[in-house]
């Protein structure tokens, strides 16, 4: 008989374990991949360096004029001086205050959405939805309170881009929700008016909403009346993506399944009680990336409000690069108004996902 | 264990009734003619081969299938399209299904709460007492902060049953409760479903358990095609069928 003899434990071959072995699998595994692999750094080698070396290394941060941008390389005194027509548009400079008041306001309530620990998320999140727009409109309207009025038209940048998009946002939800209930009703009337409000606003680009708004709209109405322009395109916004939001929120109610709504009824819940209670929570939840994604989508289609003479961020950069004081800076202008939208898309892209991550508990 | 024969005292109130009741989905006439009376106390086992109607004729009790012609009578209420009737119809009328039917985004505590609170408008502290009350009864109190995923197919029937019984119902209905649970779990549930006939429930049961039927029944319904073919109470029904239909049905399921 033979005893049994442990045979001795030994570590893993280097090239297989750590860095060496991680580029081995991943990017030099098979000669194709080896030679993609080598073509994909020579790419970054030939993009990236002189991107870098453009943006931050020969850059010019501070100055005054187009004089003082002597380097080669980018010339962002144009983007610190023009900052203010950026972000506030035409706004009186005496009132900047009130716009950067709510931008700190709008910080303080969505900000800690991120962290799972902070205990009053959801009445912040109420807050948010509900009285931060009244407060909003309150400050950046005026007329009441001692507050000077600042007329529509004077809005632009930043500032204009946040309007449009929050409220094409949040309006464009609760109408897209009950476009879609509307369009799987049982009631033809209602389902009629529901499939061709969809389909009509689906069916015309954005910018001919906003155009035919804007431009058509003074036509048809009675001589003297005048709808204030924002108003406008925001109606034609909301309009816009309430369609769109109704047909992804559609897809998450034909998601569930019938028992969900038929247990509902046997137990004596009305049809709006089961819809709020049971078949919405449901539904909303499984359509977030989607629901997301026209969120995202909406708060960049809300650049084409140019075509009405409308100055977002967008077009208030384009009118600073024609600016002939500054010549050539036409880069670093859209350099910046990308990365504006990134920051607020991507804030709303990584919101989503933890909102995903929260909602999966149970079940 | 001991047959429970008893019936309640009859009178001129049926639990439910109906009249020459004919349904159609489309083009096919899927119940034909059914007639049926029930008393208060009564436990009915309907038994058929598939695509007879049974599941669609309790179904229009209350009225998630809409019937064509005939009546519906539930607790002397006639079942019309009246929104507020067939609401109060539904608050007497429980129903467990074949797949539960559990909702999955809230607690097995919340499901059993969620209709008295906001049906019967009864506040949640009461609400839960009662809850727990017939979460006992079904016997898995502790699972009454688990989501209904967390949870064995036969305990969510029993979640199911207590769901129901939270709303106070006179009359239940049974859509084949355990045509999704493997033999052990089947048998906790009957076990709870003999316990509410013995409290006297009125009973509707579509089941393929023949066993319930001969244990607590009263009468046993035998369906196909869409109509009644034979009721009778179950020792006659299954020791002498009338109708050929019937005895063929009961020698296919009986003798395996």
Redesign the interface.
Known sequence: MSTFVSKPELPPPASTVGAVGWLRTNLFSTPSNVVLSVFSFYLLYLVIPPFFDWAFLSADWAGTSQEDCTSGGACWIFVSRRLELFIYGFYPTKEYWRVDLLFALLAVLFVPQFFDAFPYKKLFGILLLTVYPVIAGVLLIGGIFGLVPVETGKWGGLMLTLVLAFVGIVAALPFGILLALGRRSEMPVIRAICIGFIELWRGVPLISVLFMASVMLPLFLPEGMNFNKLLRALIGIVMFQSAYMAEVIRGGLQAI?K??S?????????YW?SMG??IL??AL?LVIPGVVNTFIALFKDTTLVLIIGLFDVLASVQSAITDPAWRNVSTEGYVFAALAFWVFCFSMSRYSQKLERRLHT?? | MSEIHTKAPSGENWAVEIQDMNKWYGGFHVLRDISLQVESGERIVICGPSGSGKSTMIRCI???EEHQAGHIFVDGMELTNDIKKI?EI??E???L?Q?F?????L?VLQNCT??PM??RKIPKQEAEKAAMKYLERVKIPEQANK????LSGGQQQRVAIA??LC?APKIMLFDEPTSALDPEMIKEVLDVMVELAEDGMTMLCVTHEMGFAKTVANRVIFMAEGQIVEENEPHEFFNNPQNDRTKLFLSQILNH
């Open positions: 399944p028992g969900q038929e247990a509902a009824e046997a137990l004596g819940l009305s009680k209670l049971i929570p449901q939840k149970g079940h | 209350n009225r998630l609401d539904r608050r009328v429980g129903m299904f797949h039917n559990l909702f999955p985004h607690t969620l209709a906001w049906v989501f209904p995923g967390q769901r129901s709303m």
